[in-house]
């Protein structure tokens, strides 16, 4: 027994050293590529809109075999985001630190000075897509059009209830729109998940809600919720009596970005595998149908594109974040 | 036991003090038209923790709950021996794991607990212990892609991540 | 009959030779995963989620709904053999189970455990088949309120229950429930309890931190204390007779076991409960209706057989409002929810009447599923029990090893691997004075749901408190949850007033 196991470890030791032969000469392929799994961060929870499009992507990945290492989906949360964007900051191995963001990547740091996150510092990989917003309210209501829905919420007055996932985040920023658009008061109910905001409109425990559209899918098929208007710049497909509320006159365009984004100090071969990765997973059949299913706006974009586009749309945040008083 | 009895129930209290603090950073009290603030729900639980405190204290004072009649030492001399021996290791254990990983802590653990704490022979311990980073690696690193960190030793793992994943 | 004719043809997909193979291989992992402290139905089903790719959607569902299936029996297991609950649904498993395989009786308590699991998920299956849609709309109709005065009803029962020194089992809760709300506070958005502004506490305190350092660090080192390095367990020794006395033992259980698996159901549709209220419930009202409620807690298969069999009938209750809503009801149905949509269906009231086949072949498969990880289950017994009997020295080193392993790897996080020694110095200290841990950790679990429904519900009624009294289903379940609630405090001012009452 004795002796097996010493030969055990012996031949153990030997196919070790051998592999890490192989390894060290196997290295001199053209380009860079990860060594090791790469930590794929999620900036949402578990079962979120972000969550399983980052599933999609790493299954697309994987089914490809685009990636010699596999991407390891972490979800981190906190803090709205919070904890995410510090962990990429202080990623000790920044060439296999990457993440899927949404817009809290600039809300966060924004309403967080303290964590000094300053995402411009961050890599650029790609953004995958912009997801858009409707305003829905269920059947039952009676209401078919805007107007209507502006008349019925101004008679509820603060009773008008609009549900929405987080607090002063995306929903709640609309809310603030139509409320001061049209003159209204509705209440903002915050839920944890878009899920959940959906069911409350379904089971008529809210008055109205600014889902995706892969929110309110099921509900909207099964003719049980209706969307009023969109906050797109054009009408949709997949809602073609749906108006933009631009066509209405109000100038209310707002999207949902779907970003890679790599960790601060990532170096230019790994961030160009990274961009080249992602722009094949954009390409891919599974991605285009997906895109087109969820209603996904926003063309592919990476470098430095990418990065105005960030700066952009920090600054566009600024500005609402301040007038809400969230500043 | 006695002793220890009250001291828990003090630190026990202090504790509740800082948490009805810390939560107190939020709004603790009623919104008008809204209901309850953000620091509400803990701050009140941790009052009624305070409250189960002086309650505790009550009943020690009237020799009311077991451990308060109780003339045993808290922690006899084993007990301080175990507590240290294996709350000790447990501690390094998890402190290894910054340095040289998982899969450094976990032998040098259990070749300290199974050798030196429970005096088997070196034939069981070293299977063991080398065995259970095995086992954990190919059923968090390989099947569920849990990548368990690795410290100053993942250069090491390079030639096993190009072979099985 | 149109239900029969459906089922058949959903069996004729279930049985197809790779569906079948992947229903095993589901049922066998899944098994292993849960009975892996740290481990649940939600990290497996998540972490192989990609791995399904490789075959077609209603393969991969049929994988996965097995997995979680062989997770939740899973679960049972190391709540009995180390005393750890690998998931929040087997925290009450642990009150009776652990009891049973301290006095030498594990091998009761396993069996117990599987063939309850098995009662209570096929007559939840057999609910599920046969009215889905109309449970589906009694589900839509419990908000904020309803679930609320249903947190409140999971506590009660609990409260009303443990009585052995009032002040620390409240303390208890409170402490639990003060760990929930750590993190975001969801309705303003800001962080909240952040201690020393260390960034880890921004996700919150994760069930499982606090679960495997009270049960997998703290309860092992009281072990290790009492036991004086003894062994503490008495050996099992299997024969004929003794399997014959603990089916008869177990047969006697059976009006608890159908309870269970009745409130299993009821409390798995209803959206965002999950398991954990449903087993506790149960739990409380087996006590509550038995003839000798001081059994329990000690040791008594009753105990064992009301969660498990609540916690199956929960988890494939929780199938229900996911399927035909696209809400779901548990963490694990939210991943299995992202699954479908990466397979392209749409979960909603549209999914049955136009994926027919998906639909029938996961629920046949659900038969299948559960018929299989009760005989995989029963057939793996031995190899548990021949863990305990590994000497104490190596059963507790290995304990902590996996406690490690598993404090990491739901967050994959060094911050939580700390905060849980932390929690088991600590539960260790308090486990020392009477304190009773178990409730702390359900309120970790069952605060972040209470908190947020509350404050929804007055929110919505601008801060009126009489809206969980007036409408017709939270109204009911309030009133019931507080006069259990006070239940302990009359029998206290009884025993006060009567003195020679008991």
């Not at chain 1, 070790?16 to 590529?33: K, Q």
């Not at chain 2, 009624?48 to 505790?56: A, F, Q, S, V």
């Not at chain 3, 035909?324 to 929810?337: D, H, K, R, Y």
Request: charged share 15%; net charge positive.
């Amino acid at each position: 027994m004795r002796i097996l196991t010493t030969k055990l470890i012996l031949t153990g030791f030997a196919i070790a050293v051998s592999f890490i032969g192989i390894s060290i000469f196997g290295e001199a392929v053209a380009g860079w590529s990860p060594k090791k799994p790469v930590q794929f961060i999620i900036m949402a929870g578990k079962g979120g809109g972000a969550d399983k499009m980052a599933r999609l992507m790493q299954t697309v990945i994987e089914k490809n075999k685009w990636s010699p290492k596999p991407l390891t989906p972490i979800n981190k949360p906190g803090g709205s985001g919070a904890e995410a964007l510090v962990h990429l900051k202080q990623a000790k191995d920044p060439n296999h630190t990457i993440m899927v963001t949404l817009n809290s990547f600039y809300t966060t740091p924004l309403r967080q000075p303290a964590l000094g996150v300053d995402i411009a510092t961050f890599t650029p990989v790609a953004r995958m897509a912009e997801d858009t917003f409707l305003l829905w309210v269920h059947k039952d209501s009676g209401i078919k059009t805007v107007d209507a829905f502006i008349k019925a919420a101004k008679a509820k007055g603060k009773n008008w209830i609009m549900a929405g996932t987080g607090s002063l985040q995306e929903d709640q920023l609309l809310t603030d729109f139509l409320n001061a658009d049209y003159g209204l008061s509705m209440k903002y109910v915050p839920y944890k998940g878009g899920g959940k905001v959906a069911k409350q409109l379904a089971g008529k425990h809210a008055n109205s809600t600014v889902n995706n559209p892969s929110e309110q899918e099921g509900f909207y098929k099964a003719g049980t919720t209706v969307p009023l208007a969109a906050f797109t710049p054009s009408r949709l497909e997949m809602f073609p009596n749906a108006p933009t509320f631009r066509e209405l006159g109000q100038d209310r365009v707002y999207f949902m970005q779907r970003s890679v984004v790599g960790a601060p100090g990532m170096s230019s071969e790994a961030a160009a595998f990274y961009q080249g990765l992602f722009e094949k997973v954009y390409k891919s059949d599974d991605w285009q149908k997906y895109r087109k299913k969820k209603s996904l706006m926003g063309d592919f974009l990476s470098g430095s594109a990418l990065k105005d586009y960030w700066k952009k749309e920090r600054e566009i945040h600024r500005s609402m974040l301040k007038k809400m008083g969230a500043l | 036991m006695k002793r220890a009895e009250i001291i828990t129930a003090i630190l026990m209290a202090a504790l509740s003090i800082y948490f009805m603090w810390k939560s107190a950073e939020l709004e603790v009290g009623w919104i008008p038209e809204e209901g309850p603030g953000g620091g509400a729900w803990p701050f009140w639980l941790a009052a009624i923790m305070l409250l189960c405190c002086i309650w505790i204290a009550i009943n020690w004072f009237r020799r009311s709950s077991p451990p308060s009649k109780s003339d045993k030492p808290f922690m006899d001399s084993y007990a301080v021996r175990m507590f240290l021996l294996v709350g000790g290791s447990v501690t390094a254990m998890i402190g290894l794991v910054h340095f040289i990983g998982m899969y450094g802590a976990i032998p040098v653990f259990l070749i300290f607990y199974i050798r030196y704490l429970g005096q088997h022979s070196w034939l069981t311990t070293l299977l063991i212990s080398l065995g259970s980073p095995i086992v954990i690696f190919f059923f968090f690193d390989i099947a569920l892609r849990v990548v368990l960190p690795k410290g100053y030793l993942e250069p090491l793992f390079y030639p096993l991540y190009d072979i099985f994943l | 009959m149109e239900i029969i004719q459906h089922l058949s043809d959903g069996f004729f997909i279930a049985f197809e030779p790779l569906n079948l193979a992947l229903i095993l291989l589901g049922v066998v992992v899944g098994l292993f995963i849960g009975a892996m402290p740290g481990l649940g139905s939600v990290n497996g089903v998540a972490i192989l989620l990609p791995m399904t790719f490789l075959v077609p959607p209603t393969s991969a569902i049929i994988f996965l709904a097995a997995l979680y299936y062989g997770a939740m029996y899973g679960g049972a297991i190391s709540s009995i053999t180390l005393g750890i609950p690998g998931a929040s649904t087997a925290v009450a498993t642990t009150f009776d189970g652990r009891p049973l395989a301290l006095k030498g009786d594990a091998d009761k308590a396993l069996i117990a455990a599987a063939l309850a699991s098995f009662f209570g998920g096929t007559i939840s299956i057999v609910l599920f088949t046969g009215f889905a849609p109309p449970l589906a709309s009694i589900a839509l109709d419990f908000g904020d309120q309803e679930i609320f005065a249903l947190m409140l009803l999971a506590f009660a029962t609990f409260v009303g229950l443990s009585g052995d020194d009032i002040p620390k089992t409240i303390f208890s809760i409170c402490i639990g429930m003060v760990f929930s709300s750590v993190g975001l506070d969801i309705m303003s958005g800001e962080p909240r309890l952040i201690f020393f502004d260390i960034i880890g506490f921004m996700h919150g305190i994760n069930f499982l931190v606090l679960a495997i350092g009270i049960y997998g660090i703290g309860e092992m080192m009281w072990t290790i204390e009492v036991s004086r390095g003894e062994m503490l367990m008495s050996k099992v020794v299997i024969n004929l007779e003794r399997i014959i006395n603990n089916l008869k033992e177990l047969l006697q259980t059976w009006k608890i076991a159908v309870s269970s698996s009745f409130v299993g159901f009821f409390v798995g549709i209803l959206p965002a409960a999950g398991a954990t209220p449903g087993a506790l419930m149960s739990y409380g009202i087996a006590k509550m209706t038995t003839k000798n409620p001081e059994k329990y807690g000690k040791g008594e298969v009753g105990g064992v057989v009301a969660p498990e069999a609540a916690n199956n009938a929960a988890s494939t209750g929780a199938m229900l409002p996911m399927l035909t809503l696209g809400i779901p009801g548990s963490p694990t149905t939210a991943i299995l929810l992202g699954g479908m949509v990466i397979w392209g269906l749409v979960p909603g009231p549209r999914l049955f009447v136009d994926e027919t086949a998906f639909v029938w072949g996961l629920i046949a498969s659900l038969y299948a599923a559960n018929l299989f990880a009760v005989i995989i289950n029963i057939s793996f017994i031995p190899l548990f029990l021949w863990m305990l009997k590994m000497p104490f020295t190596i059963l507790a080193a290995i304990i902590f090893v996996l406690s490690l392993v598993g404090g990491f790897a739901p967050t994959q996080d060094m911050h939580d691997v700390w905060l849980m020694l932390l929690f088991g110095v600590g539960g260790y200290l308090l486990r020392k004075l009477d304190y009773p841990l178990a409730p702390a950790v359900l309120a970790i679990v069952l605060g972040p749901i209470a908190e947020p429904a509350l404050r929804q519900s007055l929110l919505i009624s601008n801060g009126d408190i009489t809206v969980f009294f007036t409408r017709p289903i939270s109204g009911p379940i309030t009133v019931i949850a507080i006069i259990l609630l006070l239940l302990p405090l009359f029998k206290l001012l009884k025993k006060k007033l009567v003195p020679n009452a008991t």
